[in-house]
């Protein structure tokens, strides 16, 4: 009878000591765990942080690039102080663009780019999804941005360089046309969201 209470009690400690084991082994894990979060976190906020910086800069440089195509002159012969402010020629150059249809007006000093804008813009018919004010928006926008485009094109076609118009062309050209009607199709440009940069003639 001893014996078999002398077994019974080294079976508790038995399972007394696989408890603290378990024990033990559970708050090392839940440890383990709890450093792994901090660390997760604490490079989740340096992403963030580097993110954050990232498109700081961008915005940075995306205003300083505004600023400079607000304040350039878009004229050759600038002194070497003032580049933005030349008072030669004009130094705008317009790019035909492969499309067929697309023109690029760009200036070299300051970067500026303004696109023609895209033909089908000025369709008075709703497109899905666009409320008729949203189109009215999308045409007014349309007609402004054709007469400063029209702006442009007529600073560049007053310059002459030795008798001829300056123009570059890509030498390539692809019209997609409507296998059907013949009509051509206008493909939408990556660019057509973006809002272009002031002009000063
Ligand atoms: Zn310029």
């Not at 409320?131 to 007014?140: G, L, W």
Request: a neutral charge; aromatic letters at 4%; glycine letters at 4%.
């Amino acid at each position: 009878m001893a014996k078999a209470a002398l077994q019974e009690e080294q079976a508790e400690d038995l399972d007394l000591e696989l408890k603290r084991t378990q024990l033990a082994e559970a708050k090392l894990r839940l440890e383990l765990t709890k450093r792994n979060l901090e660390e997760f976190e604490a490079a989740e906020r340096e992403r963030e942080r580097n993110k954050r910086q990232t498109q700081f800069q961008l915005e940075t440089e995306t205003q300083n690039l505004r600023t400079t195509q607000e304040q350039c002159l878009h004229k050759q012969g600038a002194p070497c102080r003032r580049p933005l402010k030349g008072t030669k020629e004009s130094a705008l150059r317009l790019i035909k663009l492969p499309d067929g249809f697309s023109m690029v007006i760009h200036c070299p000093i300051c970067r500026m780019k303004v696109f023609s804008p895209h033909p089908d813009d000025r369709l008075t018919a709703r497109r899905e999804g666009e409320t008729e004010a949203q189109m009215q928006a999308r045409i007014a926008k349309f007609e402004a941005d054709t007469a400063r485009f029209r702006e442009l094109l007529a600073v560049v076609e007053s310059i002459e360089v030795g008798g001829d118009a300056v123009e570059l062309d890509t030498g390539t050209e692809v019209t997609f046309r409507n296998a059907r009607t013949g009509n051509p199709i206008y493909p939408r440009r990556a660019w057509d969201q973006q809002t272009a940069p002031v002009f000063h003639a």
